[in-house]
């Protein structure tokens, strides 16, 4: 029989604050155990939450960014559960009354466009961690991430593949770094994602029985894990068998998913507005004044790079990746730089060195404005481009111009006739075999009379005036 898939993710992103939701509490990752904690996040018998503005506002972002409708009047809710690492005994959340629904999201899977939906965003609080002892049959309890600001993205369970469901991961992952509403670290864990997962006969409405997908740290391993679940339910089925409805986790060393617990039910939660937290309300102007504020989204920049700039389809997603790369490209070309010249250093010489070093594009030494200089060089012929290959790593090292680089090394590229040809004639003096063999019809060798004048200036001689003067003196 042949099936489909069903997939829908919901994703938690932690949001860019710099102290937790609902207290004063910092939100730093990589601290000593129990140390970013306070009476408010470690539920203390008589205290009480304070809700940060900065989070609702950040949420707001999000919601508009994937064309949610922000509700005027959401409401706080008690998820109840018992787990080690959840103090009070419940996590703050929202349930019935969400911040946002009804929104969407555009995602490409081998050229073909196609909307996902989501239904909700909502707020809440982040639960501690367990850390299990390999040596020992003990775990510890880590509370500092308790009360971290989280948003979860619930989508529509519109995606048929693991291919679809990586785009649409990517997808919001970009949009939310652009926004800096979070940092999309998926190993830290402020960027995590759930998969749902079913499957059924192909034409058939009525959804499968699910499982829910947990422990992926990787577009990588949400894709595998996700491809590993269709496989297993479709073997069940084929056997005759039934798919059980269970929460499964993903064990990347064994390449499988592996049973966790049943899968919970929302009144297996005993969900009720929070009494220690009103309603939120969001006047029109608060949302208005946050919607002003959103920057340009990587799939409009993308295209407004093509069209504008001229760019291949893969440029502009490759510059596109990070805001703050495609700031400095356009950087660069508002200084003057040649779009496409610009963006070929960028992707190649630039982003290699980068890497190399590990820094990031903030770190480069080498300003926008500073790269458009090196071109220019090169376009006017003062410096060829190998030479330009050879400042730029001195300008990455040392924060100096290409003009004063060039200066300070005599590197100006050669461009008077008069002491190219007599160079060139020494050369093909001294190469009778190969001047001979150009004449006879062999204009491959071209190159090797360029290469030896280059050779003899040390890479300083205009190549297309070398390229004239070899026609001129061996041509018919």
């Not at 949400?222 to 073997?235: F, L, P």
């Not at 929070?274 to 002003?292: C, F, K, M, T």
């Not at 001229?310 to 440029?315: F, M, N, V």
């Not at 001294?430 to 001047?435: M, N, V």
């Amino acid at each position: 029989m042949d099936y489909e898939a069903v997939i829908g993710l919901e994703v938690h992103a932690q949001l860019l604050t710099r102290s937790k939701i609902f207290c004063g509490c910092s939100t730093s990752f990589g601290q000593p155990p129990n140390s970013n904690v306070c009476p408010v996040c470690l539920g203390m018998p008589g205290v009480l939450p304070v809700l940060n503005q900065q989070v609702v506002e950040l949420a707001m972002r999000a919601a508009l960014a994937t064309g949610c409708q922000v509700a005027e009047r959401s409401v706080w809710a008690r998820k109840n559960y018992f787990y080690p690492d959840l103090p009070k005994g419940y996590q703050i959340s929202q349930y019935e009354l969400p911040l946002a629904q009804h929104g969407r999201l555009e995602i490409t899977v081998d050229g073909q466009e196609k909307c996902v939906g989501i239904t909700r965003i909502h707020m809440e609080e982040d639960a501690g961690k367990l850390v299990h002892d390999p040596s020992l049959p003990q775990s510890y309890v880590d509370l500092n991430r308790t009360g971290v600001p989280l948003i979860e993205i619930v989508s529509e369970p519109d995606m048929r593949s693991p291919e679809e469901a990586g785009a649409y991961l990517r997808a919001l992952r970009d949009i939310l770094v652009y926004l800096e509403v979070c940092d999309g670290n998926m190993e830290e864990g402020s960027f995590r994602c759930d998969a749902n997962v079913s499957i059924r006969p192909l034409g058939q409405e009525k959804l499968g029985t699910r499982a829910e997908l947990k422990n992926m740290n990787s577009f990588r391993n949400v894709m595998k894990a996700i491809d590993y679940e269709i496989r297993r339910q479709k073997a069940i089925l084929d056997e005759g068998g039934q798919v059980i409805q269970q929460t499964r986790l993903w064990d990347d060393a064994a390449g499988k998913t592996v049973a966790m617990r049943g899968k919970e039910e929302a009144h297996d939660y005993r969900y009720f507005p929070d009494p220690d937290l009103l309603p939120l309300e969001i006047a029109p102007a608060w949302l208005a004044r946050v919607g002003q504020g959103l920057p340009e989204l990587p799939a409009a920049k993308r295209q407004r790079f093509q069209q504008a700039h001229g760019l291949s389809a893969y440029d502009a997603e490759v510059l596109c990746a990070e805001r703050a790369l495609a700031d400095y490209f356009e950087a660069a070309v508002n200084a003057g730089a040649p779009a496409k010249a610009a963006a070929n250093w960028i992707m190649s010489d630039l982003l290699g060195a980068l890497r190399a070093e590990g820094q990031a594009i903030g770190q480069c030494a080498v300003t926008p404005q500073a790269l458009a200089e090196l071109l220019a060089l090169v376009a006017s012929g003062q410096i060829s481009g190998k030479i330009a290959k050879d400042i730029f790593p001195l300008m990455l090292e040392t924060g100096q111009s290409a003009a004063t680089i060039v200066e300070q090394k005599g590197l100006r590229q050669v461009s008077d006739s008069g002491e190219l040809q007599a160079v060139l004639e020494r050369i093909i003096a001294e190469s009778p075999k190969e001047a001979e063999g150009y004449r006879a019809g062999k204009k491959k060798l071209m190159g090797y009379f360029v290469g030896q004048v280059m050779k003899a200036t040390k890479g300083q001689a205009n190549p297309q005036a070398v390229n004239e003067l070899v026609e001129k003196l061996l041509g018919d």
